[in-house]
């Protein structure tokens, strides 16, 4: 297996332009980090997810989100994006940790098509009430990662994510913003390996 130093690729989904970062170890249980609408890719190489991931032996994809960083528009809806991304990037089973407006990407795949994904990192995602009779249909294990002084989405929306599911539990991240890896990337960086290892 190789490691992958930090590249930058571009791909094309529905005839519009998709940028991604990775880093990790080819062949590795992969890592689909997605992000929220003030952050891009470049935001998880500059606060070092890229590198943690990889150190621990996992293959990190940062995406640029359509119409974010380097991607552009998108052609298709955000229901249907995210599951044309890993199918044309042939990403098996990812774990996808999914912040604050990428919810509206990450929620219908994993409550639409639970079976391709091995875990779902709820980082004060949009989009739970929305999907909130689905819920239950998530089979992978979940964490929701919320910051403490989270002012945009309430900390009962972790609560709501984590009973409807079967495997599910939370972690707060003391004197975190709505986007706890800015404001504790450490803490954050640890409740995602210790969940990652956690994972069959």
């Given at each position: 297996m190789s490691m992958l130093q930090n590249q930058s690729h571009q791909v094309e989904i529905a005839g519009a332009a998709v940028h991604y970062l990775t880093e990790g170890l080819a062949g590795s249980r992969p890592v689909v980090l997605l992000h929220g609408a003030r952050f891009s890719s470049k935001t998880w190489m500059e606060i070092g997810t890229l590198a943690a991931l990889a150190k621990a032996g996992y293959l990190a994809y940062a995406?640029?989100?359509?119409?974010?960083?380097?991607?552009?528009?998108?052609?298709?809806?955000p229901e249907t994006w995210l599951g044309n991304l890993l199918t044309t990037l042939q990403i098996e089973k990812p774990v996808l940790v999914s912040p604050s407006m990428s919810g509206r990407y990450a929620l219908p795949l994993v409550t639409g098509e639970p079976e391709r994904v091995a875990g779902f990192v709820a980082v004060a995602p949009v989009a739970i009430s929305m999907?909130?009779?689905?819920?239950a249909q998530i089979q992978a294990p979940v964490l929701a990662i919320w910051g403490e002084n989270d002012q945009t989405?309430?900390?009962?929306?972790?609560?709501?994510?984590?009973?409807?599911?079967?495997?599910?539990?939370?972690?707060?991240?003391?004197?975190?913003?709505?986007?706890?890896y800015m404001s504790a990337p450490d803490a954050f960086h640890k409740a995602l390996l210790d969940f990652l290892a956690g994972l069959d």
């Amino acid at each position: 297996m190789s490691m992958l130093q930090n590249q930058s690729h571009q791909v094309e989904i529905a005839g519009a332009a998709v940028h991604y970062l990775t880093e990790g170890l080819a062949g590795s249980r992969p890592v689909v980090l997605l992000h929220g609408a003030r952050f891009s890719s470049k935001t998880w190489m500059e606060i070092g997810t890229l590198a943690a991931l990889a150190k621990a032996g996992y293959l990190a994809y940062a995406v640029d989100l359509p119409g974010f960083g380097k991607s552009a528009e998108a052609k298709i809806s955000p229901e249907t994006w995210l599951g044309n991304l890993l199918t044309t990037l042939q990403i098996e089973k990812p774990v996808l940790v999914s912040p604050s407006m990428s919810g509206r990407y990450a929620l219908p795949l994993v409550t639409g098509e639970p079976e391709r994904v091995a875990g779902f990192v709820a980082v004060a995602p949009v989009a739970i009430s929305m999907y909130q009779e689905r819920l239950a249909q998530i089979q992978a294990p979940v964490l929701a990662i919320w910051g403490e002084n989270d002012q945009t989405i309430p900390l009962e929306q972790a609560d709501l994510l984590v009973k409807s599911v079967s495997r599910g539990r939370k972690v707060i991240i003391p004197g975190g913003s709505h986007a706890p890896y800015m404001s504790a990337p450490d803490a954050f960086h640890k409740a995602l390996l210790d969940f990652l290892a956690g994972l069959d």
